[in-house]
């Protein structure tokens, strides 16, 4: 039977020809030698050519030197062979874990080091739609009001309110019933009570501006749903996360101080309005991170908000609430609210109400009110005065 070479006689005739002059192995027969296969084992395998090898004279005289260099060749072989391996071998690709909530980490990540602008005044408008199912079709009745808020407090203060909400059909498909229904120019709105009800008019945009200018020494920014600011105390938020947290601590007192009553965990959630205030975009970047780490907070996804713009929408998970279409016989339906955000800056586009189950003329998942920023909110200059289209009110 024949059996595989003796490695350590190998090793003896691999020796350098220093010590041992005529021998004629090379290297590559030794490694060949060294995996040769017994008959039974090469029988199972394809063959493969072998080379003729010829034997070192048996006569010839061993160094003793030979035992020293037997221990180096086998490191140096089993390095070489490592050494290969581990250059085939390609490296596993290291994969950073994905954090909950990461399109708004990205998002802040993306806006923060945007230009910060600025202007003479903030304007904000403001647009309030809410879902009217009337004649087998629905409406989404629309109201208007805008703020020009001076950045300095010696300036003028101008607010534009219309007074008469409109109505228009929600979808293409609810426009082609409105008109198969002889396209009347009026509706009835809601009864929330056992008084009469007012017609709602058909038209594009609301009517009836009325506007004020009035001089507010004190500068106070009329959204107080997180605190009471001045254009001061708003350009003052931190942009770090964990400064930031301590002043809405402080904004937490301030609420509180009105009669309300909720943890500060709870509280949190609101400060998602600070996203529609003018800050700069570090505020807004360091807002959202605090946003972002809420264990009530979950990204739903890339929707289309109420005025047809792409944005992201969250689920802040606070209580949805109804939506009341009568109290004698008491009428509702329960809705949930979604924030969505502006992925190019992280201001907010619009909050949204969605009804959570199919009833009272509404489908399930179906837009039943919103409140949205006009694409012309932002920093600009003076307002003109008076505004065109408006009239002086009290």
Same mark, same amino acid.
């Given at each position: 039977?024949?059996?595989?070479?003796?490695? !350590?006689?190998?090793?003896?005739?691999?020796?350098?020809?220093?010590?041992?002059?005529?021998?004629?192995?090379? *290297?590559?027969?030794?490694?060949?030698?060294?995996?040769?296969?017994?008959?039974?084992?090469? +029988?199972?395998?394809?063959?493969?050519? #072998?080379?003729? /090898?010829?034997?070192?004279?048996?006569?010839?005289? #061993?160094?003793?030197?030979?035992?020293?260099?037997?221990? @180096?060749?086998?490191?140096?072989?089993?390095?070489?062979?490592?050494?290969?391996?581990?250059?085939?071998?390609?490296?596993?690709?290291?994969?950073?874990?994905?954090?909950?909530?990461?399109?708004?980490?990205?998002?802040?990540?993306?806006?923060?080091?945007?230009?910060?602008?600025?202007?003479?005044?903030?304007? &904000?408008?403001?647009?309030?739609?809410?879902?009217?199912?009337?004649?087998?079709?629905?409406?989404?009745?629309?109201?208007?009001?805008?703020?020009?808020?001076?950045? =300095?407090?010696?300036?003028?203060?101008?607010?534009?309110?219309?007074?008469?909400?409109?109505?228009?059909?929600?979808?293409?498909? %609810? &426009?082609?019933?409105?008109?198969?229904?002889?396209?009347?120019?009026?509706?009835?709105?809601?009864?929330?009570?056992?008084?009469?009800?007012?017609?709602?008019?058909?038209? %594009?945009?609301?009517?009836?501006?009325?506007?004020?200018?009035?001089?507010?020494?004190?500068?106070?920014?009329?959204?107080?749903?997180?605190?009471?600011?001045? !254009?001061?105390?708003?350009? *003052?938020?931190?942009?770090?996360?964990?400064? @930031? !947290?301590?002043? @809405?601590? *402080?904004?937490?007192?301030?609420?509180?101080?009105?009669?309300?009553?909720?943890?500060? &965990?709870?509280? /949190?959630?609101?400060?998602?309005?600070? @996203?529609?205030?003018?800050?700069?975009?570090?505020?807004?970047?360091?807002?959202?991170?605090?946003?972002?780490?809420?264990?009530?907070?979950?990204?739903?996804?890339?929707?289309? %908000?109420?005025?047809?713009?792409?944005?992201?929408?969250?689920?802040?998970?606070?209580?949805?609430?109804?939506?009341?279409?009568?109290?004698?016989?008491?009428? =509702?339906?329960?809705?949930?609210?979604?924030?969505?955000? %502006?992925?190019?800056?992280?201001?907010?586009?619009?909050?949204?109400?969605?009804?959570?189950?199919?009833?009272?003329?509404?489908?399930?998942?179906?837009?039943?009110?919103?409140?949205? #920023?006009?694409?012309? +909110?932002?920093?600009?200059?003076?307002? *003109?005065?008076?505004?065109?289209?408006?009239?002086?009110?009290?």
């Amino acid at each position: 039977m024949s059996r595989k070479p003796d490695p !350590m006689h190998l090793l003896a005739m691999a020796r350098p020809a220093s010590l041992d002059r005529g021998s004629r192995i090379s *290297a590559d027969d030794m490694l060949f030698m060294a995996t040769a296969e017994a008959p039974g084992e090469s +029988s199972r395998r394809p063959s493969r050519p #072998r080379r003729t /090898l010829l034997a070192a004279p048996a006569s010839r005289p #061993r160094s003793r030197l030979w035992v020293l260099w037997a221990p @180096l060749s086998t490191a140096a072989i089993v390095a070489l062979v490592f050494a290969l391996v581990t250059n085939l071998a390609s490296a596993p690709a290291v994969l950073s874990p994905t954090r909950t909530n990461q399109e708004l980490f990205d998002l802040a990540d993306r806006i923060e080091k945007l230009p910060t602008e600025s202007g003479a005044y903030w304007r &904000e408008v403001s647009l309030d739609g809410n879902h009217l199912s009337s004649g087998g079709y629905t409406l989404m009745v629309v109201g208007r009001h805008e703020t020009w808020q001076p950045r =300095d407090p010696k300036d003028l203060g101008l607010t534009q309110v219309w007074r008469q909400v409109s109505a228009r059909p929600a979808t293409a498909e %609810d &426009e082609r019933a409105w008109r198969a229904a002889g396209a009347p120019a009026r509706v009835k709105g809601h009864c929330e009570n056992s008084g009469p009800c007012d017609s709602i008019p058909i038209a %594009d945009e609301p009517k009836d501006c009325r506007y004020t200018l009035r001089l507010d020494p004190t500068g106070t920014y009329p959204d107080a749903t997180v605190s009471n600011f001045t !254009m001061a105390d708003l350009a *003052a938020i931190p942009t770090d996360p964990a400064e @930031l !947290m301590k002043q @809405l601590r *402080a904004y937490h007192e301030i609420w509180n101080g009105r009669g309300f009553t909720q943890p500060f &965990e709870k509280f /949190l959630p609101t400060t998602v309005n600070l @996203l529609g205030m003018p800050l700069s975009p570090a505020q807004r970047a360091a807002i959202i991170r605090v946003l972002a780490g809420l264990p009530t907070t979950k990204v739903v996804g890339t929707v289309t %908000d109420p005025l047809g713009r792409k944005g992201i929408s969250i689920d802040l998970g606070g209580e949805g609430g109804s939506l009341v279409y009568s109290n004698k016989p008491r009428k =509702d339906l329960p809705v949930y609210h979604r924030q969505i955000l %502006d992925p190019g800056t992280g201001e907010t586009l619009s909050s949204v109400s969605y009804a959570a189950r199919t009833a009272l003329g509404a489908t399930k998942g179906e837009v039943m009110g919103y409140q949205a #920023r006009g694409p012309e +909110s932002g920093w600009t200059g003076r307002p *003109a005065s008076p505004p065109k289209g408006c009239k002086k009110g009290k």
